[in-house]
């Protein structure tokens, strides 16, 4: 099989990419995270099937369709959906009300309702910084940051329903098998570097979020550009550690040998790209081996900084961990980072259908913490300016009642609050409105693809011409409609 | 949204300020055209235009013009002027539609709607320069049915073509040589020489059984010198059962099979695998392609319905199901689009599914066209409406045999006669203790838990020690005859539909369940200028409407231009590794060209008269010299045809994530060819990967090594948790049909090769094997290795290479020999040799 140049241009929604994709027809091929093929081995050998061109990687670093205000991307991601009316959409119109039987309209998990029993908040709220925000006392650090921070009162998305509603935020569409926000990055952007995913995703240490593997999936697109789950303790990334019994100068001798068998091969088909492609593969992985661990080793931060991500308090330790890696990972050049707070099901996430008090109370604490360490570390080593922020879950939640009894609330996808903060982001302003209640967004409503075109538009992409052609349509993350960025936050 | 919530919104609407301010003074026509150009225009600027005027149009609507704003965009007619609330424009701005509320940023104030209602009751009045021509263009480009277009070459009837003369006919083995050859002629290109017979037999088990061949075969091949030594090889592949475990791949790719729902539950499908199982069956008896289709289609609805047709419909229950939707009516319509979608790209290669919500943008496949369609399916009943019972009553049926319903009754009746027999024997015993009890004893009793511990204090004072004993024994009996049943009847996973009669069906506007267009009656499309369907009447009482039976006899009548030469292309895609088109499940206007127009008809011609039998098709490629050409480069056809559009050579492939598997545990001795069909079986997951599942490791089992040794195909497939080596390794998508397969180069797949738990197990196995067969010399266990590894006998130079590696295992890093030996085994399930064919 035998790869077809591809031009040079980056041609994302021309016919380049779509007659590259036909032509190959089952070798879409290329070695992810091209770092190895430096120019002297590229000259030497990888050219494409013309013997001339070339060859070139599907994830080398590409440029963007205009100059990026952010080249990194953090999504925190609140599994479960945190309500908006108990953190940032704060509702004075509901004080006194807690109890009171009132006309709304909601649809969660428990189908749609007219009325309700309202629910007040159990938290108080104070404004903040310059700006003014209104943060409730769930997050005495992070209130500390607003000025920095765009909230986005007025979100909404297609589906109530966890599933569907993950799938949304995390791939635009409520159907499976689309692909997900980082991996356009890495489709769009490639990898800058060579030796480290360019999209990663950390799972909450509880467990990973329903439709598992869905929520990080390339789709249609081929799986290079899906996300590489990179894990807080042990071996980092699947695979990376030696088999037993192996050590490194066995392994060492184990890949020259190997790679004397695969030139030898190589010899009488030096036309095939994916043979020398596949060669340097195994060089990439053993230096990966040791990047990676690297990359991911906390050990060699200070104390201070440690204490800045909550590594001081067993609750936060976790998630500041996470963001620390963040930060380092953005660091050496990894394009998307996705953590997740929350995992599993029930209250191991944010999904409060029970106990709002005690659940709000136990996610806060993990994560307030360690979200206003990532901002202050990012500010303080001129990363802020460069790297995207994205905070919130896959909806919000109701005003009223899930139950006869108790403070729980359902899910809330007609209004809920994200926020964005640092990759060009105006800090200290916010965007919409939720009515009364909370119960639904009124101003300036936005919807999940507002926000997806956001990121993208910082990212240097813009969000109505990245495509990908698959089965008969050049396919965008934000759908065939399009979809503006938020300007108000830009 | 349901309708019930549509018309309560309805409601809501007649109490709104639209229809509050119905009694209006009535405006003389110049009064009407002012309350226009200083209320409506106004507003339709300023909230409107950014999307639907000028040159940005969204939606295809234009709002700059009354030609525009009448004309109505791609969900239809903006405006009703004999029912104005019930115009499309006016539902929008009252966010009465979920999905069109607008303008999307917020709603306007209710006195800026009654302006726009007002003037929509009036009748549109405008200004001059607002009536014209402004966006009166035509909505899209999309292509239209035209004699032009229906004279696309994949839309003409196939005709067989003459077999084409050739400059050298040394070369050619059969005709489809000559067709290939006739264009290298054209080209001044020649064809590569014949491959080495190891590579040639390699290709061939590879292709037809997805294995590698066995050192016997090899030894077989090589030593039959005469020249039907290949056809020979070619009919053996063919007869043997791995035959269909490895075409049957293929096909599960098409029809996007995968054992589980998706979403949230990602609840497995019940029964499932008898669907992967007819799919082989079907292959390995070479049963006709338009049998197969009809039955996948409308295996219930054929005039004999046996349990292998019912099995076959399982087709319809192999997609994504949301058991817990937003919106059921939908829901709904997104099932029946998968049915739609994965019908048309799969047996004709067209895109219809894009024609959803609007005319399709690059084939002449009208919205009608794709509800007409559609029709054809709107009666199944869902999966299930959400948990296990509804999937039970809608999808799933017995497929037992009146002989096998006649053994079980027998069985139910004798199992329940001898459990009343033991419960008359308990309670009469039951009865005889009762006067024992004291006190207390008496309501604790009335527990069944409760009777042996308190009868026991009894014995044997007050009850004797036999008679306590038999009451134990009774007990334990009963409990076994209860846990025990007899095994239940047969059952499959099916397509069920709501009787005989069929719910109207429209176009729905812009894909939207709630928002019916036109009606339309099933019919095909109709660019392919076909016949009217022939419905058969169902019989009263009948369990379905016959439409989808209709629908398969006209997809396998042999006058449909696409069925014959889409299945023709995919034959040869799987054969040679890319298709004659290249994308074939798009045959359409921009579907890529044929590079073989004439081969790709003459072989569906073939295929059509020789009965709609694969395995003729395969022999036939198989053997030809085409198929025999060597992998090798040449200078001439690197320059002239970099890409091989025109078969100068055979394209080497790498192999699939189930090749790989299988032959890593074919090369070690461990695959269990032997047993097929059943159940799907677990292999083992890294915990690192079940940890990414919102609760690590559930839907995932254990099956014992001999199980877990099966073939690939036979491997559960969950689409939340997909086996980590087929993932790496380029697996099909499971949620839409995978046509192609990408092939990537990845660190992450050197890694998994390299220190994953598969490959090292399996290692470890290799060495236990090749020890066990070449003993301790270290050269002929190098050799063992390779051989099998590559089914060619190394050179001596490999070997020495091989040496030297455990040797310095040994010596210098001090790994015991059985170390050493196991990362050499390693290392040949690493080699491009084992991973690419030429």
């Known amino acids: 099989m035998t790869n077809q140049p591809i031009s040079s241009r980056p041609g994302f929604c021309g016919r380049t990419r779509r007659e590259f994709l036909w032509e190959t027809g089952a070798g879409f091929t290329g070695v992810a995270l091209s770092g190895l093929l430096d120019e002297g081995f590229l000259n030497q050998q990888a050219v494409a099937a013309d013997g001339t061109t070339r060859w070139q990687n599907p994830l080398r670093a590409k440029d963007p369709h205009f100059d990026p205000k952010a080249t990194n991307v953090i999504f925190l991601y609140m599994y479960g959906g945190p309500s908006h009316i108990d953190t940032f959409d704060y509702k004075p119109r509901m004080k006194g009300m807690d109890g009171k039987t009132v006309d709304v309209k909601t649809f969660g998990r428990g189908g749609r309702k007219n009325k309700g029993r309202i629910v007040e908040t159990r938290w108080n709220f104070k404004q903040h910084g310059q700006c003014g925000q209104w943060v409730s006392d769930l997050f005495p650090h992070f209130s500390t940051c607003v000025d920095d921070v765009a909230f986005l009162h007025s979100m909404t998305a297609d589906s109530p329903i966890h599933g569907s509603a993950m799938l949304m935020m995390n791939s635009g569409k409520i159907l499976s098998g689309s692909p997900c926000l980082g991996s356009w990055m890495n489709y769009g952007l490639g990898s800058v570097n060579e030796n480290l995913p360019g999209f990663v995703v950390m799972l909450d240490p509880r467990g990973g979020p329903i439709s598992g593997a869905k929520n990080w999936s390339a789709g249609y697109m081929p799986a290079n550009y899906q996300a590489t789950l990179v894990r807080a303790q042990g071996s980092p990334i699947l695979n990376l550690k030696l088999p037993s019994g192996l050590n490194q100068s066995m392994q060492r001798r184990l890949l020259d040998t190997l790679r004397a068998y695969n030139e030898q091969h190589r010899v009488k088909r030096s036309d095939n790209s994916d043979l020398a492609a596949r060669i340097a593969s195994y060089e990439l992985a053993y230096k990966m081996q040791t990047t990676a661990p690297e990359a991911t080793d906390l050990s060699s931060e200070t104390e201070a900084t440690q204490k800045m991500y909550g590594l001081d308090r067993k609750e936060s330790t976790p998630f500041g961990s996470q963001c620390l890696m963040a930060r380092r990972l953005v660091e050496r050049g990894v394009r998307f980072v996705q953590i997740y707070s929350g995992g599993n099901h029930n209250d191991a996430n944010w999904d409060a259908h029970g106990d709002l008090k005690r659940n709000h109370d136990m996610h806060a604490l993990e994560t307030d913490k360690p979200i206003t360490g990532l901002i202050n570390d990012l500010k303080q080593r001129g990363l802020f300016e460069k790297t995207l922020v994205v905070w919130g879950g896959e909806f919000g939640r109701q005003p009223t009642a899930e139950y006869a009894k108790g403070t729980g609330r359902d899910h809330n996808s007609y209004g809920f609050t994200m926020w964005m903060a640092g990759g060009g982001i105006k800090g200290g302003t916010s965007v919409g409105k939720t009515d009364e209640l909370g119960s639904r967004a009124v101003e300036d409503r936005l919807h999940v693809r507002n926000l997806h075109a956001t990121v993208l538009q910082q990212m240097g992409l813009d969000p109505n011409r990245l495509s990908y052609f698959f089965n008969g349509l050049d396919r965008k993350l934000v759908g065939v409609e399009g979809a503006e960025p938020i300007h108000q936050i830009i | 949204m349901n309708r019930s919530v549509v018309t309560a919104w309805f409601a809501c609407a007649l109490l709104s300020p639209v229809l509050a301010e119905a009694a209006d003074p009535v405006l003389s026509p110049r009064e009407q055209v002012a309350f226009f150009s200083s209320k409506v225009k106004p507003l339709l600027v300023k909230r409107c235009f950014k999307c639907h005027g000028g040159t940005k149009i969204k939606g295809g609507l234009h709002l700059d013009s009354r030609s525009g704003i009448m004309k109505g965009g791609d969900s239809g007619q903006a405006i009703n002027l004999k029912r104005p609330l019930k115009s499309l424009l006016l539902e929008a701005v009252n966010y009465e539609l979920e999905g069109y509320e607008m303008p999307p940023s917020g709603k306007l104030p209710a006195e800026q709607i009654a302006i726009l209602a007002r003037w929509v009751r009036m009748g549109l009045p405008v200004t001059p320069d607002f009536s014209g021509k402004i966006g009166n263009q035509p909505r899209s480009a999309s292509p239209m049915v035209t004699p032009e277009t229906k004279r696309f070459w994949s839309f003409q009837p196939v005709k067989r073509p003459a077999v084409p003369a050739v400059r050298d006919r040394r070369r050619v083995i059969n005709s489809i040589d000559a067709f290939v050859q006739s264009r290298l002629d054209a080209a001044g290109l020649t064809p590569a020489a014949p491959v080495s017979r190891v590579a040639l037999l390699r290709r061939a088990s590879y292709d037809l059984t997805g294995l590698p061949p066995t050192p016997a075969e090899v030894e077989d091949f090589l030593a039959d010198q005469s020249p039907r030594a290949f056809e020979r090889v070619v009919d053996r592949l063919l007869d043997s059962p791995h035959y269909g475990e490895r075409w049957a791949r293929h096909w599960l790719d098409l029809v996007r099979y995968a054992e589980t729902n998706s979403y949230e539950r990602d609840g497995a499908k019940p029964f499932v695998w008898r669907y992967r199982d007819y799919v082989i069956r079907s292959l390995n008896a070479d049963k006709p392609f338009d049998q197969f289709t009809r039955e996948q289609l409308a295996g219930d609805e054929l005039d004999t319905v046996t349990p292998e047709t019912q099995i076959a419909t399982g087709y319809y229950r192999l997609g994504i199901w949301q058991d817990e939707p937003v919106d059921r009516e939908q829901e709904l319509f997104e099932d029946l689009d998968d049915h739609v979608r994965t019908t048309g790209e799969v047996f004709l290669g067209l895109t219809v599914g894009c024609a959803r919500c609007h005319e399709h943008k690059l084939d002449p496949i009208s919205q009608r066209d794709y509800y007409r369609l559609l029709a054809f399916f709107r009666n199944i009943r869902r999966y299930g409406v959400r948990g296990r019972n509804t999937v039970e009553s809608a999808s799933i049926t017995s497929i037992a045999s009146e002989a096998d319903r006649k053994k079980n009754q027998k069985l139910v009746v004798q199992h329940q006669q001898e459990l009343k027999v033991i419960q008359r024997e308990i309670r009469e015993f039951l009865v005889t203790v009762k006067p024992l009890l004291k006190g207390g004893e008496v309501d604790d009793f009335k527990r069944e838990k409760n009777r042996v511990p308190i009868l026991k204090k009894k014995v044997p004072g007050k009850l004797p020690r036999a008679k306590f004993d038999a009451y134990v024994k009774l007990v334990a009996r009963r409990d076994r005859l209860r846990k025990y049943k007899p095994p239940g009847l047969a059952v499959a996973l099916v397509v069920k539909e709501n009787g005989p009669t069929v719910p109207q069906s429209y176009v729905q506007i812009r894909g939207n369940a709630h928002a019916r267009g036109e009606k339309v009656e099933p019919g095909f499309l109709e660019i392919l200028s076909p016949p009217k369907p022939n419905i058969r009447p169902p019989a009263k009482g009948a369990k379905s409407s016959n439409r989808r039976r209709a629908l398969a006899e006209w997809i396998t009548t042999p006058s449909n231009p696409l069925t014959a030469r889409v299945l023709a292309n995919r034959l040869w895609q799987y054969h040679f590794g890319r298709g004659i088109v ?102 083992i997951i890294p915990n690192e990967i079940k940890h990414g599942q919102s609760q690590p490791g559930s839907g995932w089992g254990n099956s014992p090594p001999a199980e877990r040794n099966r073939r690939s195909i036979y491997v559960h497939v969950k689409r939340s948790l997909v086996v980590p080596m087929f993932e790496t390794f380029d697996g099909a998508d499971l949620d839409t049909s995978c046509p192609v397969r990408f092939t990537t180069t990845q660190p992450t797949q050197s890694l998994a090769l390299l220190n994953g738990q598969f490959s090292n197990r399996e290692a470890e196995v290799f060495a236990r094997l090749v020890r066990g067969q070449a003993g301790k010399d270290r050269a002929k266990q190098v050799t063992l290795a390779l051989s099998r590894a590559t089914q060619r006998r190394p050179t001596e130079k490999e070997v020495r290479r091989g040496v030297a590696l455990i040797e310095a295992l040994e010596k210098q890093d001090k790994a015991s020999p059985e170390q050493a030996l196991k990362y050499f085994c390693l290392l040949t399930l690493n080699l491009n040799e084992f991973l690419y064919l030429d």
């Open chain 2, 582 to 683: 290249r994308s074939p499940n798009n045959f359409g206007l921009q579907g890529r060209p044929p590079t073989h127009p004439r081969l790709l008809d003459w072989l569906a011609s073939e295929l059509v008269d020789g009965g709609w039998k694969l395995k003729r098709m395969h022999r036939l490629i198989m053997l030809s010299a085409t198929y025999r050409m060597s992998s090798a480069p040449s200078q001439a056809g690197l320059k002239a045809d970099p890409t091989n559009n025109l078969f100068w050579r055979f394209d080497m492939r790498r192999l699939s994530a189930e090749e790989i598997r299988d032959s890593v545990l074919a090369v070690n001795g461990a695959l269990n060819r032997g047993k097929m069909f059943g159940p799907s079986i677990y292999t």
